[in-house]
């Protein structure tokens, strides 16, 4: 009888530790947690309850529950629609074009070169200029009149083109300083990435006869998967909430050509003062962002070999 007493307690006292164990780190976090579902929770719900209302500031305190009707006239809106469109172009184009150069300098950088040091320093300069500044000095660059780019384009263009005025041509620059300002950010963290690669991977694989371009596909990019996944995720989401990058330079023109979700939303809240169709923008950007953030967890965690666990 005394054994399976004591048997009882020893089963007891385990399972409270193993308790112990798993819930402690959370009653470490619960208030940073609590914190941050505070401030991130209150407005997403705030903005998804106003979705259903027809809310405007110039109805102040005459809310009325619409339902899924803003929503609704949202899809049927060919303004929206074209901006949804022009968001996923603007996002992709920034993607391509910013993991790409980010990669060719990242894999520059990663070898021995002169005065290395000082170029990685300087390259991060643009990341580190505020946005605001970045719309003076190459608003100051695309100048039709006295800018430096349409001076050296002249002898070349008898008439060169308004760069920022032109529906042609807005987007892609705006695509060009976007990719000016942030591919360093990236290039960073594929860099950091390559810096982990062991250089007995390399030498194995030139003793297997492996080209260049064949390590650089078989032993780089497989290596570097988390990091060329953190700069997609930060690349697409930057990309589609980049409101400043686009208010500062064209406010979403010429004629509509670099309206996204964004600026759209603002204009739908701040000039037409209808906040209910603004906020289910708002919520439509929310979910874009949540299904970015699953499918990069998906990329990292889900297809991740699983360790087994030690008993």
Do not use: C
């Not at 619960?30 to 929770?41: D, G, H, K």
């Not at 469109?85 to 060719?104: E, H, I, K, P």
């Not at 320093?121 to 200029?129: A, D, G, H, Q, Y």
Request: net charge positive.
């Amino acid at each position: 009888m005394t054994t399976h007493v004591t048997d009882a307690r020893l089963v007891a006292a385990r399972r409270r530790r193993i308790l112990r164990r798993r819930f402690e780190p959370v009653l470490y976090i619960a208030p940073a947690f609590i914190v941050l579902a505070a401030i991130i929770a209150f407005p997403v719900l705030s903005a998804i309850g106003t979705s259903f209302l027809d809310a405007s500031l110039l109805r102040p305190g005459q809310d009325t529950f619409t339902g899924v009707d803003n929503y609704v006239e949202l899809l049927a809106d060919p303004t929206f629609r074209s901006a949804f469109v022009r968001t996923f172009v603007w996002a992709g184009s920034a993607l391509v074009v910013q993991v790409g150069l980010a990669l060719v300098i990242a894999t520059t950088l990663n070898k021995k070169l002169f005065a290395r040091g000082a170029v990685r320093t300087t390259l991060i300069i643009p990341w580190v200029v505020p946005t605001v500044l970045v719309a003076l000095i190459w608003r100051f660059l695309l100048d039709p009149v006295s800018g430096p780019i349409n001076d050296l384009l002249r002898p070349v263009l008898a008439d060169p083109p308004i760069w920022l005025a032109d529906t042609r041509w807005a987007l892609p620059m705006l695509v060009l300083i976007s990719a000016w300002k942030w591919t360093p950010f990236s290039a960073v963290i594929i860099l950091a990435g390559l810096q982990q690669i062991p250089r007995e991977l390399y030498e194995a694989a030139m003793m297997d006869g492996a080209n260049a371009w064949r390590r650089f596909t078989n032993v780089t990019l497989p290596a570097i998967r988390t990091s060329l996944a953190l700069v997609t995720l930060t690349t697409i989401s930057g990309a589609i909430n980049n409101f400043n990058g686009i208010w500062m330079f064209t406010r979403g023109g010429p004629n509509g050509a670099t309206e996204i979700l964004t600026t759209y939303a603002y204009r739908t809240a701040f000039v037409q003062f209808d906040f209910g169709k603004a906020s289910a923008i708002s919520v439509m950007i929310f979910l874009m962002m949540l299904v970015l953030a699953l499918l990069y967890f998906y990329a990292i965690e889900g297809r991740a070999p699983k360790k087994r666990r030690v008993r």
